[in-house]
Structure formats: structure tokens, C-alpha cells
């Protein structure tokens, strides 16, 4: 993006999207840089390339929060996107240590092209976990969740103005590949305080199977008040199970929630209610998950093979 009240616009304006003689729409005060040319590129490679130079910087948010509303040719996107990734690969390749992080325009953050110099994006602006839910389940129709970036944010939420609990916030973030607090501590009341540790603690232990374990949506918050995801590690022997109550029912009770994804011969110890079953039966049967009073409530539920 680019300001046109700046020296870059002063001294190139040919270098933004525009179409023709139109007048040029700006958002949020910006207009957008043409990446297509190939001397936009260039300039941003070596301004870019300039400020990592300059400090310890291991972190990069690359975000882009404005449409393109003029193009002087239909092609303009294309060879804007060709033109994107020559500079990100030019830079990723250029700075291998740093963690770069993609973002952009609500639910078009995601680009499996831009998936292959960095490895999540930032899912959503919306951080409150119920709506995360639906977010998350939908964003992996297409993407793993292994490329998601979600954390636990403050309540009341920002956007929606809900208050959920620590616990079901902190068991939503963690259904993503890359899980963070954007908390401040002193506003914590002492029981998000003291729950702090132990979910940081589940997410360094969920982790490795939401990397690279096989994910299934087993109920969608769309069709269920109890919606559920599982992630099964790679050779099948351990499972992490999240389960959600998103409103208090008094009837009808809660469904079976049935897993997937497991050695149906196998044995598993659930730590759930103590109990060891065949993969068979956590299939067919599912797991029978009593629900205290209180909407949004949620479960981490391990299954090992023994």
C-alpha cells in the first residue's frame, strides 16, 4: 500500500493500480501498489530487505487490508499475484530465519501460492472463540490447520463482546497449527492467571498431532450444539479429541460424539472417564460426554493405544 500524501507517490505515481483516467478510490487512506511492475518489485525488496538489516527482526506479519478497486486490464490481478510472489520469494529465500506470517481482507487471508515461502497465516480478525469455531472448521475444507494462526484474546471480545472462559478460548487456539496470547497479564482476573500454565502446557502437548496428524470435523457448529474436531497422529496411535457445549441444554442430552480415524482392532485408554475401548467401538459407539450447566463449555480429551 501506499500513501498519496508521501514522497513515493509524489515522485511514482504510475506506480499505483489505477484505471485509466478514473478517479482512484482510496482505503484507508491508501492506494495500491502495482507489484505487477517489475520496478514496484524491486523497490520493495530493497526497502523490506533495508529494515531487517537493521535490527534482530525474526518476525514478519505480511498484511494487506484494502482491495484492489481500479486496474487499467483484467490481467492487472495476475501479474500482480506473479509479481507478489517473486518478491516474497526473494525475501523468504533472502532471510530463512525469519518467521514470516501471512494476512489479508477477512476470509481471502489464506493463498496456498504464498503457502509456499511461509508456512500460516493469521485465520481471522475475529478472535471470539465461539465464531472461531465456525471459522476454523470452514477455513480447513481447504487449508490444514497446521497453517493457522490463532490465539486466546482478552473478554469481554472485541468484536462480539461475548464472555467465554479461558479454557474453551485456550482449546480453540490450540486446533491451530500456530497458537499465541495476545492477553495482558495485569488485566487477567486470578483464575485466567492460574489457568494460564496449564493450557500453555496442553498446547506444547497438542501441538505436534495438530502438525502433522490427520484431521477430522466430527460435528459442525452449524448443525450441532455440540460440535466436535479430532486430530489422530500419523501411525494412529494417539488422538487429542475437542469437544464443545456451546449452549446449556437441558434436553435433549448431548449425542454420542463418534471418532474417526482410528486402528479399529486397536485398544485406547480415553482420559475422559478412564477407560480403554477398541478403536471399533469409539467409532461406532463415540463418546457419551456429560456437560455441566453453563453455555460454552469445552473438553481436551487424549486417547492412547495400549
Not at 472462559?165 to 491451530?176: F, K
Request: aromatic fraction near 10%; glycine fraction near 8%.
Amino acid at each position: 500500500m501506499v500513501n498519496p500524501n508521501s514522497t513515493l507517490y509524489h515522485e511514482h505515481p504510475d506506480w499505483v493500480l489505477h484505471a485509466g483516467k478514473h478517479q482512484r478510490s482510496l482505503t484507508r487512506n491508501q492506494l495500491v501498489l502495482n507489484v505487477g511492475l517489475p520496478e514496484v518489485q524491486e523497490f520493495i525488496i530493497s526497502s523490506v530487505s533495508r529494515i531487517l538489516d537493521s535490527a534482530n527482526i525474526q518476525y514478519v506479519k505480511w498484511d494487506n487490508n484494502r482491495g484492489m478497486h481500479e486496474l487499467a486490464r483484467p490481467s492487472d490481478d495476475y501479474t500482480y499475484i506473479l509479481g507478489l510472489y517473486r518478491v516474497i520469494d526473494n525475501l523468504t529465500t533472502s532471510y530463512p530465519n525469519v518467521l514470516w506470517e501471512g494476512c489479508a481482507s477477512g476470509g481471502g487471508r489464506f493463498d496456498p501460492g504464498l503457502l509456499h515461502y511461509w508456512p500460516q497465516h493469521w485465520t481471522s480478525d475475529n478472535t471470539d472463540a465461539s465464531n472461531r469455531l465456525t471459522i476454523q472448521m470452514g477455513t480447513s475444507l481447504v487449508y490444514p490447520p497446521s497453517a493457522m494462526g490463532c490465539h486466546v484474546s482478552a473478554i469481554p471480545n472485541g468484536l462480539t463482546h461475548r464472555n467465554i472462559s479461558i479454557e474453551y478460548r485456550g482449546h480453540v487456539a490450540m486446533m491451530c497449527g500456530s497458537f499465541g496470547l495476545e492477553l495482558n497479564p495485569g488485566e487477567l482476573s486470578p483464575e485466567e492467571a492460574s489457568a494460564v500454565p496449564s493450557i500453555m502446557a496442553q498446547a506444547k502437548a497438542v501441538n505436534p498431532v495438530v502438525i502433522s496428524g490427520d484431521f477430522y470435523r466430527l460435528a459442525h457448529p452449524d448443525v450441532s450444539n455440540w460440535p466436535g474436531v479430532q486430530f489422530v497422529s500419523a501411525d494412529a496411535s494417539q488422538s487429542v479429541v475437542f469437544a464443545f457445549q456451546q449452549l446449556y441444554m437441558i434436553k435433549p442430552a448431548a449425542p454420542p460424539l463418534r471418532l474417526q480415524g482410528l486402528d479399529p482392532k486397536a485398544r485406547y485408554y480415553n482420559d475422559l472417564d478412564n477407560a480403554t475401548y477398541s478403536g471399533a467401538t469409539y467409532m461406532n459407539g463415540g463418546l457419551n460426554i456429560q456437560w455441566p450447566m453453563g453455555d460454552y463449555q469445552s473438553k481436551l480429551i487424549w486417547l492412547n493405544k495400549v
